[in-house]
């Protein structure tokens, strides 16, 4: 018999995608935070790092609550998304333009996570487990939080100051 049969089955694999990428992503931004130069940008990272633990937490609160073992099943995704900033920090490009490059991977990040909870949200509530919609709801609405100060940040300050660089020295010519 195939490992994922029932609807349930499903929801349960789902969260063991996002177990892991939370806790792919507790290692990650650390790095990322590191990179990064604008002082706004490298608090907004920081921040969801805490919020992102918090989430590693809730999802065990929800296996708990539907009587599954918290385990986790690597996210290929998450490593790729990862991998692609990592790459970009390699890049050795001028910090401002580098902090816009940050800003599109963590976004990038942000918004395969709205999809994992916006469907695990959906599948619990078809299931009628109240306490689990719950708790990925809250998680969902942080991710989206998240992702609208990554915008706010990059139209305000990042990359206002990114469009800057090569403008100045073409001027000098
Ligand atoms: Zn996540
Ligand atoms: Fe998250
Ligand atoms: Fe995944
Ligand atoms: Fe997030």
Redesign the pocket.
């Known amino acids: 018999m195939p490992k994922i049969r029932t609807f349930e089955d499903l929801f349960v694999d789902e969260l063991k995608d996002l177990y892991n990428a939370e806790q792919q992503?507790t290692r990650a931004l650390p790095r990322m935070a590191k990179a990064a130069t604008t002082p706004q940008l490298k608090k907004a990272i920081e921040e969801?790092l805490e919020?992102?633990r918090e989430q590693v937490r809730r999802l065990e609160q929800v296996f708990e609550e539907i009587g599954a073992p918290a385990k986790g099943k690597t996210c290929q995704a998450m490593k790729g998304l990862i991998e692609e900033g990592q790459e970009l920090v390699k890049e050795g490009m001028e910090s401002e333009v580098l902090d816009a490059g940050i800003i599109g991977a963590a976004q990038r990040?942000?918004h395969y996570?709205i999809a994992g909870y916006g469907t695990v949200r959906a599948m619990a509530e078809t299931l009628g487990h109240k306490r689990a919609v719950k708790l990925l709801d809250q998680t969902l609405k942080?991710?989206k939080a998240?992702d609208e100060k990554l915008t706010r940040i990059a139209e305000s300050i990042v990359n206002v100051r990114a469009v800057e660089v090569g403008a100045s020295s073409e001027e000098e010519e």
């Open positions: 992503l969801h919020v992102t990040v942000e996570e942080e991710e998240a």
